[in-house]
T-cell receptor
């Protein structure tokens, strides 16, 4: 299993440009998440999808949109990038059973908006 | 106000030392608790879940105090490889997203 994969690994954008961050998991997990991580701010939830066909806002959704394309894929779109969106973006999926749960993270996308 | 609060550190300790991190959570209805570890420029990974009765995994011991709403992580016999940021995490209920603290940075020095 590849786990959670993210593309691209790095991206530089100019203010106003758009882009889509791709995330896929091959573990058949229902729930998927998008976070951003900034120095001193910790991990902040942008959007999540509890199951295929549903999406919900997290703590910092402004400036972003998401699509849960199918059970495997959950994409994050920046329609008009701003320097404040410079960050490291992590996608995650959640495994849960009677014994407990684990959230698996992708390797991250480092985004710089100039 | 962040719902999960941690001392950011850094904690600089010599190899072999015992180090403890505490974390407080604001939502008394929180049900599940975890410690995640994040290495520099890497993704977070689950270190251990925290159970009401406390639990141990090798050199790591996690404790939960519901009355005082805090969680602790104890690392015994610290190794250089333990150097990382440790994230305290809580979940309010079964399907709500995890709430992450900002992390506590640990540096173990030879």
């Amino acid at each position: 299993n590849a786990g959670v994969t993210q593309t691209p690994k790095f991206q530089v954008l100019k203010t106003g440009q758009s882009m889509t961050l791709q995330c896929a998991q091959d573990m058949n997990h229902n729930s998927m998440y998008w976070y951003r991580q900034d120095p001193g701010m910790g991990l902040r939830l942008i959007y999540y999808s509890a199951s295929e066909g549903t999406t919900d806002k997290g703590e910092v959704p402004n400036g972003y949109n998401v699509s849960r394309l199918n059970k495997r894929e959950f994409s994050l779109r920046l329609e008009s990038a701003a320097p404040s969106q410079t960050s490291v973006y992590f996608c995650a999926s959640r495994y849960r059973d009677v014994r407990g749960e684990t959230q698996y993270f992708g390797p991250g996308t480092r985004l710089l908006v100039l | 106000r962040k719902e999960v609060e941690q001392d950011p550190g850094p904690f600089n300790v010599p190899e072999g030392a015992t180090v403890a991190f505490n974390c407080t959570y604001s939502n008394s209805a929180s049900q599940s608790f975890f410690w995640y570890r994040q290495d520099c420029r890497k993704e977070p990974k689950l270190l251990m879940s925290v159970y009401s009765s406390g639990n141990e995994d090798g050199r790591f011991t996690a404790q939960l105090n519901r009355a005082s709403q805090y969680i602790s992580l104890l690392i015994r016999d610290s190794k250089l490889s333990d150097s990382a940021t440790y994230l305290c995490v809580a979940r309010y209920s079964g399907n709500t997203p995890l709430v992450f603290g900002k992390g506590t940075r640990l540096s173990v020095i030879a």
